[in-house]
């Protein structure tokens, strides 16, 4: 065997390894392909900067929670603005004077942070400026249905929030809370209206 295959060999084995060793670990639990391109894209660039992170897929209206090395934490359903739509109308404004139409949840990298909100209450900041957060289930209107929407099987039911990620009490608590509320972390949210590689290919320029 010539020395140049030998090279080639021991080149293809070492991007096996580093392939092998960036593939997230979804365990047991279903997702679609845009959200296993895309934490497969974080953990290869190392993107997340070794901190926990979270992929919230919007088609699927589901959240998938990772510690920094790739392991799956845990998954859910999830509450996503009314609005189809992947940009923010709302910076500087208060959730409650947006339209309908304005009421999106948008695409994107987030630094994510915990904090409080005005009642005082923990959650995890994506967006401060657009008052953008991952945060619980809170008590709404009888008619809004959010706990029967968390537990449709059609994505349709899930969109009711201004904008903000909204997961079950319990979920937020034993996964988001323990996970992304211990300090700084990254939230992707995947695009609805263009492919998702288009926001990963957008990233990728940014760090040229």
């Not at 991007?15 to 290869?44: H, N």
């Not at 009490?169 to 034993?174: G, K, N, S, T």
């Not at 990254?186 to 040229?208: G, I, K, Q």
Request: one cysteine or more.
């Amino acid at each position: 065997m010539s020395g140049r295959i030998r090279l080639l060999l021991a080149a293809c084995g070492w991007l096996c390894a580093v392939a092998c060793q960036a593939a997230p670990d979804f365990a047991a639990e279903p997702a679609s392909a845009d959200a296993r391109y895309a934490a497969a894209w974080v953990l290869a660039g190392a993107d997340h900067h070794e901190r926990p992170f979270a992929v919230v897929d919007k088609h699927d209206a589901r959240i998938y929670v990772f510690e920094a090395d790739g392991r799956l934490v845990g998954a859910s359903a999830v509450l996503l603005g009314v609005a189809p739509g992947d940009f923010s109308a709302g910076a500087g404004r208060a959730p409650s004077r947006l339209s309908p139409a304005e009421r999106t949840t948008p695409a994107g990298r987030f630094a994510a942070l915990p904090g409080r909100n005005d009642k005082g209450e923990d959650i995890v900041w994506i967006d401060y400026a657009a008052s953008l957060a991952i945060h619980r289930l809170r008590p709404a209107a009888a008619s809004e249905r959010r706990p029967a929407r968390l537990a449709s099987p059609r994505t349709d039911d899930n969109r009711i929030s201004a904008g903000c990620i909204i997961v079950p009490v319990a979920f937020y608590e034993a996964v988001v809370a323990r996970t992304l509320g211990r300090g700084p972390s990254t939230v992707y949210v995947l695009p609805e209206t263009r492919p998702v590689h288009a926001l990963f290919e957008s990233l990728d320029l940014e760090l040229l």
